[in-house]
């Protein structure tokens, strides 16, 4: 290796960071040099200025095995402008068909719920996902109908779970609340968004380590510690009140009734709902250790777990997920 192509490497080394392909959805082209690494140097792979198809995105998805890496303040400039388009569909959400334009919406946020986990405590794209997500709120509420097509259209995207989970069981869970005629809007739309923040405590461990079958030590330890983690990162930074932090910390236990101080229950059935739903989305989208299973046995395990304490809740979720499903 010549001295120029040592002091190259060791540049690049320093100055580039990895990128996941799906970043490059919705650019019209490639706005900087992609590099990939090969026999120990960095080798430019894509040019700016190329068009960025639907041929292009999907083979560079079907290498599993490349990498890419952008320069770091060409990343920042990158996370920017899929940030603004975020802002851009978000505030036209309602025009247009609703499908495609509710799947650029939940894939571009998607790609916020990435770079909200990469840094926690950057208000501006916490603030940015909160608005997205009371936006997406309304649309789902205006358009019931098009749920069903809406998540089987996201998850071929095969965005990597950690990121992707929250979103998927919040679509099932408002389209649970308002088949259940129980809840109004406010406040279908209040749980939603506690829905979908409720894991960001998650992102105190690399998206690597989730890959993982099981975590040991103190990795195990953090990832059981996530509700109250995210219950911490939320608090007094976006306009969740207590009783729904609450829900937040709680949302992974089996016995989640909250109480207030006079012994009354609070927010009960709506902490089982949040949970169910998020384990029926696990199940049925699978992880990159366990294949998925079927709606069927997804409601099966959920019904030991709800179906004594609330069962007319249960026989909605069945109803609802028949229907969901029945195509």
Known sequence: MTAIELLEKSYLHFNLSKIHTRELFYLEQIPFPLFSLKDDLFHVVLYPHTPVTKELLKGLLEKTELALYIDKDNHIKLKATQQDNLRKISRSLSIGEPVSRGRKQLNLMTLNMMYMYEDPTNDETLNLQYQATKNLSSFLLENQEVLPKLFSEYIKSNHHYIY??????????????????????????????????????????????????????????????????????????????????????????????????????????????????????????????????????????????ISDQYPQEFKTIVNYFRSFFKG
Not at 246 to 265: A, L, M, P, T
Request: with cysteine; hydrophobic share 40%.
């Open 164 to 305: 992707a989970q929250p979103i998927v069981s919040s679509l099932f869970l408002i389209g649970v609340l308002k088949y259940s005629h129980r809840f109004s809007n406010k406040e279908i739309e209040t749980l939603f968004i506690t829905s979908l923040f409720k894991d960001i405590g998650m992102s105190a461990l690399s998206e690597e380590k989730y890959n993982k079958k099981e975590l040991k030590g103190k990795d195990k330890d953090l990832l059981a510690s996530h509700p109250q983690l995210s219950a911490n990162i939320l608090a007094g930074r976006i306009p969740l009140g207590p009783s729904y932090l609450k829900i937040i910390e709680r949302h992974h236990d089996k016995n989640n009734e909250s109480v207030d101080e006079k012994g009354g229950v609070l927010f009960g059935v709506e902490t089982h709902l949040i949970r169910i739903m998020d384990i029926i989305a696990a199940m049925i989208t699978g992880r990159p250790y366990c294949p998925p299973c079927n709606i069927f046995e997804a409601l099966e395990l959920t019904k030991n777990q």
